[in-house]
């Protein structure tokens, strides 16, 4: 399995940011996501997406940010908008089977693209 994030980059809080990640060597019910870890702090997921298009937020991004999947091109999105300080961080892309908060075996990750958010 390989993913690869890209889209990161430096904007002004309130702006907005597209990541997507390329996933190849997954299975078609594979659940994709988002996490993110803040220097200090340990990875936190940010959003996932099922198959049929079912999704789960973390309470803090919830209403600004957006995650879909495109299954033809096994490509996952997320667009964050209203973007915060708070929201600085590395984010990662990650695969994994079960469920929505239920993983099946083990967890893949891509390489992670760094969001900065100034003030």
């Known amino acids: 399995v390989q993913l690869q994030a890209s889209g990161g980059g430096l904007v002004q809080v309130g702006g907005s940011l597209r990541l997507s990640c390329a996933a190849s060597g997954i299975s078609s019910v594979n659940v994709l996501g988002w996490y993110r870890q803040a220097p200090g702090r340990e990875r936190e997921l940010v959003a996932e997406?099922?198959?049929?298009?079912?999704?789960n937020y973390a309470d803090s991004v919830k209403g600004r940010f957006t995650i879909s999947r495109d299954n033809a091109k096994k490509q996952v999105y997320l667009q964050m908008n209203s973007l915060r300080p708070g929201d600085t961080a590395v984010y990662y892309c990650?695969?994994?089977?079960?469920?929505?908060?239920?993983?099946?075996?083990?967890?893949?990750w891509g390489q992670g693209t760094l969001v900065t958010v100034s003030s």
């Open positions: 997406i099922t198959t049929d298009g079912s999704t």
């Open positions: 990650s695969s994994h089977r079960g469920g929505l908060n239920y993983i099946m075996g083990r967890t893949y």
